[in-house]
């Protein structure tokens, strides 16, 4: 006899997919079908699988997606906890904000989480403390410890919500999780000083059950590919740009030459930051000519 159930994708590996479901985790392989129509289930897929008489599982079904984010991917990802370390690697605010637009374009929230705060200096920490105090204001959660974090996280994931951790290679990510998560003991790997970039230490996509619904840890990247964002449309992903471009003089500002633009008045008022609009004038160049930045080769 043939049944089914339904389930969660939590962990992927070899071709296998780890589904959680009712019943405990079952290990299945994915049906050819999805090949012919070029699909693969991720990690977050909310899947059906068939299992028969001899034990043999297959996964036949996939649910409709909220999003699919990075590679390996992560489906119906509901927030980012976008990991950025104080030093070791640097600090990087053209990182921060390619980040915020990328994940602003998913639709996708994002909480920030300033990692190795320990290691920088007081002149360092004060410095940074100063532009993330910005970014709260416009909207962005940010935590300075992993205790603070800890002691909140599993009141933040909500029903059925998946989480996952995002940032820098060598930021910190594994570290976090295990603090987050104890027990769980992810590999962690000293940062190559001479690069100033992390080795990714993480080999795969797993789902970690926390509050009510799951973190993720995925790879680590440090570089994003914001080219496929229409050019129109960047100025929606800055959060600040959006909610005064209301009061622009022509509905469709681009905040660059335009007159009576409002995001050009608060800028010149010192109401927003100088290095994001820097970093949006950046981003629109890179989309216009699809050259890679220099920070990022």
Not at 97 to 104: A, E, I, N, P
Not at 192 to 209: D, I
Not at 238 to 261: D, M, T, Y
Request: net charge positive; hydrophobic share 40%; glycine share 6%.
């Amino acid at each position: 006899m043939i049944k089914q159930a339904e389930g969660i994708v939590v962990s992927l590996l070899a071709g296998f997919y780890d589904v959680e479901t009712s019943s405990g985790i079952v290990r299945t392989r994915a049906r050819g079908v999805f090949r012919q129509k070029k699909q693969k289930p991720a990690v977050g897929d909310y899947v059906k699988i068939q299992v028969d008489d001899h034990g043999t599982s297959y996964l036949i079904e996939i649910a409709p997606r909220i999003n699919r984010i990075g590679r390996p991917a992560v489906a119906n990802v509901s927030h980012v906890l976008l990991v950025m370390s104080a030093v070791q690697p640097d600090f990087s605010l053209q990182l921060l904000d390619r980040f915020l637009t990328f994940f602003s374009w998913k639709k996708v929230k994002v909480s920030i989480y300033l990692s190795k705060s320990d290691l920088a200096t007081e002149e360092e920490l004060l410095k940074i403390k100063k532009i993330l105090a910005y970014y709260e204001q416009i909207g962005y959660p940010v935590f300075y410890s992993w205790q603070d974090l800890s002691a909140k996280i599993s009141k933040m994931i909500t029903k059925k919500q998946i989480w996952t951790l995002a940032g820098q290679s060598g930021a910190g990510k594994s570290t976090l999780l295990n603090h987050l998560k104890k027990g769980l003991n992810q590999a962690t790997a000293a940062i190559s000083t001479s690069l100033n970039r992390g080795k990714h230490t993480t080999r795969r996509v797993q789902l970690f059950p926390l509050g009510q619904g799951f973190l993720a840890d995925t790879p680590g990247f440090s570089a994003i590919d914001l080219t496929p964002i229409k050019l129109t449309d960047l100025r929606n992903y800055f959060v600040e740009f959006k909610k005064a471009s209301v009061n622009c003089k022509f509905r469709g500002c681009q905040h660059i030459k335009e007159p009576a633009c409002e995001v050009k008045r608060l800028l010149k008022a010192g109401q927003i930051r100088q290095s994001r609009y820097d970093d949006y004038v950046a981003i629109r160049e890179e989309i216009s000519t699809g050259r890679i930045p220099e920070y990022l080769k």
